[in-house]
């Protein structure tokens, strides 16, 4: 099976290939633009293995797209690469609305194009958020798969847009589409402007950690390792035309899980506890969604997937990492992110 995975060197795209590539025979092409998050260490022994391929490109770049499809021929498109930091998208839409919305326009044209006249097996799998579907009040059912759409974000907007391409892509032009929505991810190699590893850090160096608000959102957390196996689920043994909602089954407010942190760290840092003393509450960010949930029925009925790690053992696990890896972030902290404040405009 080759695979033509996009925005490999990030976050979760570098979980999806370091699983497939210890725990299947595919081959994998990496097309990743090596944005300011991406980490290109976060592939480890993958990088290295015969059945490993990366393309520095961007996806709005049709040219190379086309080229490198009709290259490899792929037997399936999972499409991760995308700008996904909501502050980031606060301060600056446009990014978004390049990456998120033409970059996954050009990719669909490009399949669109190469596929036409050829009948073999192929999937384009996208990969979404649940951000798409808004706010939920503190009572309201998880989303579904048929929750309509709310986006309160630049960020989510751009995700819904693209959603919604791949839909109709799938409907108009018969392209054999599946599209996933994840719940808030966590785990080692997450870039340190996310919620947990900006937490940890700013616990480790003795710094505030600043909770929006009052800390009462609501989010649910998914291991990244677990978010990799399902991807994998999906993409072979999902329907076409189907989208299926990935969660963790973890739902926390913020403020709880900011103060599970500094417990933690006080067992882990002893010599900057006690940590919940650097707990600091300041102005909300504009457009701040209340709560999401998943719904995950779907994918345990249909494809028989389920989240193996507890958030327990998860985020002790990943709080352990980052402080073991201490000089990967304190460079990421001195050269493209110095752990500032982002998307403060309107509050």
Not at 48 to 63: A, H, K, L, N, T
Not at 306 to 311: M, N, Q, S
Not at 316 to 336: K, M
């Amino acid at each position: 099976m080759r695979i033509l995975v996009t925005g490999g060197a990030g976050f979760i795209g570098s979980a999806f290939i370091r699983r497939l590539i210890r725990e299947t025979d595919a081959d994998i092409v990496n097309l990743d633009k090596l944005t300011y998050a991406a980490t290109p260490d976060a592939l480890g022994e993958a990088a290295e293995s015969p059945r490993y391929r990366f393309v520095r490109g961007d996806i709005c770049d049709r040219p190379l797209v086309d080229a490198l499809i009709e290259e490899t021929t792929p037997d399936a498109v999972v499409h991760l690469a995308a700008e996904s930091h909501v502050d980031r998208s606060i301060d600056g839409p446009a990014a978004f609305l390049e990456t998120n919305v033409h970059g996954t326009f050009t990719l669909l044209e490009a399949v669109r194009r190469w596929r036409a006249g050829r009948r073999n097996e192929f999937r384009f799998h996208h990969v979404s958020t649940d951000e798409v579907y808004g706010s939920l009040g503190p009572d309201e059912p998880a989303f579904t798969e048929d929750s309509p759409y709310r986006p309160n974000s630049p960020y989510a907007a751009s995700k819904a847009a693209s959603d919604h391409l791949v839909r109709s892509w799938g409907e108009t032009y018969g392209l054999p589409v599946i599209v996933t929505n994840t719940s808030n991810n966590y785990g080692p190699w997450q870039f340190p402007e996310k919620l947990i590893p900006v937490m940890v850090i700013a616990a480790r160096l003795g710094h505030p950690m600043l909770v929006y608000g009052a800390g009462e959102n609501v989010r649910d957390w998914l291991h990244v390792s677990d978010h990799a196996a399902a991807l994998w689920r999906v993409l072979t043994r999902g329907t076409p035309g189907r989208s299926y909602n990935i969660g963790g089954n973890s739902e926390r407010r913020n403020i709880d899980l900011v103060r599970h942190i500094a417990a933690i760290m006080d067992r882990l840092n002893p010599g900057g506890a006690p940590h919940d003393r650097l707990i600091t509450f300041v102005a909300d960010r504009p457009g701040h969604d209340k709560r999401y949930a998943i719904n995950g029925d779907r994918i345990y009925r249909e494809l028989g997937w389920r989240p193996e790690l507890t958030f327990e053992e998860g985020l002790d696990s990943t709080i352990a990492w980052y402080l073991e890896h201490e000089t990967w972030w304190r460079a990421i902290r001195e050269r493209r992110y110095g752990g500032e404040r982002l998307g403060v405009l309107g509050s």
